[in-house]
């Protein structure tokens, strides 16, 4: 049934286990690269994911979230973090975004491209042939 709240408990956990990540990485003095937690306490978004125990239930989110802000695919979360031009603002801004996401219900997956054969190898490697059999024909 459309409304008979099936799946809203676990937008509710997702909710606030994100709500704990964002916390976690509130201040710049509390986020870090390179390391899921630091000596002195500082980690990453994948260490503050790991410390909420919400590893599995935000690992999309927060990705399509990345795609969302940067425009770019990211296979994994530590890949953004530990990139070179990633700040902490920009963190934020990517969590931030997967909570509205969460709230919303934004479906996590994409539509899986369905490809072309035309456009692969083999496709092009027929266009030739095609244009030799219209000379020698």
């Known amino acids: 049934m459309p409304f008979d709240g099936t799946g809203y408990e676990s937008r509710i956990d997702a909710l606030e286990r994100m709500d704990k990540v964002i916390e976690l990485l509130s201040r710049e003095d509390r986020w870090c690269k390179q390391q899921l937690r630091s000596y002195d306490g500082r980690r ?25 802000v940067t425009g770019r695919d990211y296979l994994r979360i530590e890949m953004f973090n530990d990139h070179p031009l990633t700040t902490h603002a920009l963190v934020v801004k990517v969590l931030h975004r997967a909570r509205d996401n969460v709230i919303t219900g934004t479906p996590v997956r994409t539509p899986a491209r369905v490809p072309n054969p035309a456009n692969g190898w083999l496709g092009s490697s027929l266009k030739p042939l095609s244009q030799l059999r219209r000379l020698f024909a």
Do not use: E, H, S
């Open 44 to 68: 990453c978004i994948l260490g503050a994911m790991m410390a909420a125990d919400a590893t599995v239930a935000l690992k999309d989110p927060i990705l399509l979230a990345i795609r969302q």
